[in-house]
């Protein structure tokens, strides 16, 4: 047996994929973060052990904490899923926890997930990338373990490249600061999809000089670039989008 790092996709339980409902209904033991929505989790077997290691907002579960138990586990010879939501190896830590289970010699398998970055925004009306509006795509956390260290922001606002924020609500303020700052236009789109591809999602549009009075909660996508502006789930949108040669 083995330990499975899974990712669990966005939220919407049909975006989840095959091989990760598979083992999920296979598993004997479920370690799980708060992102994973609960119609996933149900997909386990009756009885299996499920073990809830979400980082809650001020009340965390230390990283080392989640490796040692998932070597604890795999160490039994157990069926062990960490879920995950997103894909485990996009800022979700699963590169970590590969470590400390190569570090303990227990043997792990990576199955990627659809990851959020992409999938909210797109869910959304929202493209990343654009032929002629961005040609490149940044994602990029919000949040630094290290209190002292930061995100370059002045580097991210001079690429053109559309801005995915992952786990940025709390620094929203200073984010939006930091790249008007470094010379980001003002007017410059913002998209805030909170608990994105799930029934309760919701969406706030500005633009980077209103983004610190915005009320944005987590779980949120942030968005900042011109494809930001976009909702190709809107017909008008994408009659101006053929009027303008985009």
Same mark, same amino acid.
């Given at each position: 047996?083995?330990?499975?790092?899974?990712? @669990?996709?966005?939220?919407?339980?049909?975006?989840?994929?095959?091989?990760?409902? !598979?083992? %999920? /209904?296979? +598993?004997?033991?479920? =370690?799980?973060?708060?992102?994973?929505?609960?119609?996933?989790?149900?997909?386990?077997?009756?009885?299996?052990?499920?073990?809830?290691?979400?980082?809650?907002?001020?009340?965390?579960?230390?990283?080392?904490?989640?490796?040692?138990?998932?070597?604890?586990?795999?160490?039994?010879?157990?069926?062990?899923?960490?879920?995950?939501?997103?894909?485990?190896?996009?800022?979700?830590?699963?590169?970590?926890?590969?470590?400390?289970?190569?570090?303990?010699?227990?043997?792990?398998?990576?199955?990627?997930?659809?990851?959020? @970055?992409?999938?909210?925004?797109?869910?959304?009306?929202?493209?990343?990338?654009? !032929?002629? %509006? /961005?040609? +490149?795509?940044?994602? =990029?956390?919000?949040?630094?373990?290290?209190?002292?260290?930061?995100?370059?922001?002045?580097?991210?606002?001079?690429?053109?490249?559309?801005?995915?924020?992952?786990?940025?609500?709390?620094?929203?303020?200073?984010?939006?600061?930091?790249?008007?700052?470094?010379?980001?236009?003002?007017?410059?789109?913002?998209?805030?999809?909170?608990?994105?591809?799930?029934?309760?999602?919701?969406?706030?549009?500005?633009?980077?000089?209103?983004?610190?009075?915005?009320?944005?909660?987590?779980?949120?996508?942030?968005?900042?670039?011109?494809?930001?502006?976009?909702?190709?789930?809107?017909?008008?949108?994408?009659?101006?989008? %053929? /009027?303008?040669?985009?």
């Amino acid at each position: 047996m083995t330990v499975y790092l899974v990712g @669990a996709g966005p939220g919407d339980p049909e975006l989840i994929t095959v091989k990760a409902a !598979r083992l %999920i /209904a296979q +598993a004997d033991v479920i =370690v799980h973060d708060r992102l994973a929505d609960d119609s996933i989790i149900q997909l386990a077997a009756p009885g299996v052990d499920l073990i809830d290691v979400g980082k809650k907002p001020g009340n965390p579960t230390p990283q080392e904490t989640i490796n040692a138990l998932l070597v604890h586990l795999g160490a039994q010879g157990l069926c062990v899923v960490r879920l995950k939501g997103g894909d485990p190896f996009v800022l979700g830590r699963g590169g970590e926890e590969a470590e400390a289970l190569i570090k303990a010699g227990v043997s792990f398998e990576i199955v990627p997930g659809i990851s959020s @970055a992409f999938s909210v925004p797109a869910i959304a009306g929202i493209p990343v990338t654009h !032929r002629r %509006i /961005a040609r +490149a795509v940044t994602v =990029v956390t919000g949040h630094c373990e290290d209190p002292n260290e930061s995100v370059d922001w002045s580097a991210h606002a001079k690429t053109g490249a559309t801005l995915v924020v992952l786990m940025g609500t709390a620094n929203l303020p200073k984010i939006s600061a930091d790249l008007l700052n470094a010379g980001m236009n003002p007017f410059t789109p913002v998209a805030i999809i909170h608990n994105g591809t799930r029934a309760d999602q919701t969406i706030s549009r500005l633009t980077l000089a209103e983004a610190h009075l915005a009320e944005a909660q987590a779980p949120s996508i942030i968005v900042i670039g011109e494809t930001a502006g976009l909702d190709l789930r809107d017909p008008n949108t994408v009659h101006e989008l %053929i /009027a303008s040669g985009s």
